[in-house]
């Protein structure tokens, strides 16, 4: 398990994600106790992306720790859907809101530890019958607003330890309205929380 992105850095949103993949991996009995303190203590050391991988090499679910780099998933054309770019929201230690009548992509990329992204979707305009969410956050809240008629898929969302989804809105008006669709990671007691109207 090693990249071409070994040597780029590593941050919080990488480190919580990886304590809680060992987390797991103890609690299921996959790691013994001073196992697990002695990698701890490794990935609250790790600079690196390699240092990451290091540790976290033979645990099943480690390439969820590290989605691909910026350069690597550069490195060949990206086809958005539609021909748009993603819309992409940085909530690290802040506060990002989007509501009223505004525009959305087909796809929206959340990232950031300590902070909030508040989506409103109720007055939206989706340019897409489709709507990706794709979600890096740790020890943040994503707070996400339907219309009456749109449905929300949560499965392809991977949860750290103390992480969670809370669905609010309950059924759609309608079985053939706009689809939202989250994805990625959530790490270090982040949650999701769904509400309609």
Known sequence: MTGSDDAMRVGTPERERALDLLTDAASEGYLELGEHQERTERVLA???RGDLRAVLADLEGSERVLPPAPA????????HPGGVPPLELSIHWTTVRRGGAWEVPPRLVVTGSMGTADLDLTLATLTRPLVEIDLQVSASTVKLRLGADHTADVEGLALGGWCSVKDKAGPPTSAVGPRVVLRGSLAGWSSVVLRRG
């Not at 690597?72 to 086809?79: H, L, N, Q």
């Open 46 to 48: 790790a600079r690196t």
């Open 72 to 79: 690597a998933r550069d490195a060949a054309p990206v086809a």
